[in-house]
C-alpha cells in the first residue's frame, strides 16, 4: 500500500450490528479506510442492503437482537462476500463452517480491524 493509498479505497463494506454506538464507531473507523459503509442494525435490514451487487466485505455481530447472524454470513459468503464477525463472546461458539473466520472480540480497536481486514482484502 502506498502512502496516501487507503485500504478500503471506494469499496461497499455492510455493518451489521444493532447496538448504535458501536455501529457508529465502527462506521467511523471503516470509513477512515476510504470504505463506503451500508449500517443495519437487525437481520432483516442488513439482508435489505445485501442486494447491493458489489460488497466486498460484510463485518457481522454474532448475536442480533437476539438472533444468530450465522445463517445471513452464508448467504454472503455463498456470493463471495468476505467476512470479520465480531462478538463480545470470542469465536469458541462459532459453527464449524465459520471456525476459520476472523473474529473481533469487543471491545476492539481500529488497528485489530485493520488487522483483520489486511488478511481478508
Known amino acids: 500500500m502506498t502512502k496516501g493509498q487507503l485500504v478500503l479505497d471506494g469499496r461497499k463494506v455492510l455493518v451489521l450490528e444493532d447496538e448504535l454506538i458501536i455501529a457508529f464507531a465502527l462506521e467511523d473507523m471503516l470509513a477512515d479506510l476510504g470504505a463506503e459503509v451500508l449500517v ?3 437481520l432483516a435490514e442488513a ?3 445485501a442486494v447491493e451487487p458489489e460488497l466486498s466485505l460484510a463485518v457481522l455481530d454474532v448475536n442480533v437482537h437476539g438472533l444468530k447472524s450465522y445463517s445471513f454470513a452464508e448467504e454472503l ?3 463471495g462476500v468476505p467476512l470479520i ?3 463480545g463472546y ?5 459453527p464449524p463452517q ?3 473466520t476472523r473474529t473481533l ?3 476492539y480497536q481500529r488497528q485489530q480491524l485493520l ?3 489486511s488478511r481478508i482484502v
Request: aromatic share 8%; hydrophobic share 40%.
Open 85 to 87: 464477525f465480531a462478538t
Open 77 to 79: 459468503v455463498a456470493r
Open 115 to 117: 488487522d483483520a481486514i
Open 40 to 42: 443495519a442494525n437487525s
Open 47 to 49: 439482508q435489505v442492503k
Open 90 to 94: 470470542g469465536d469458541a461458539e462459532h
Open 105 to 107: 472480540t469487543k471491545p
Open 98 to 100: 465459520f471456525a476459520d
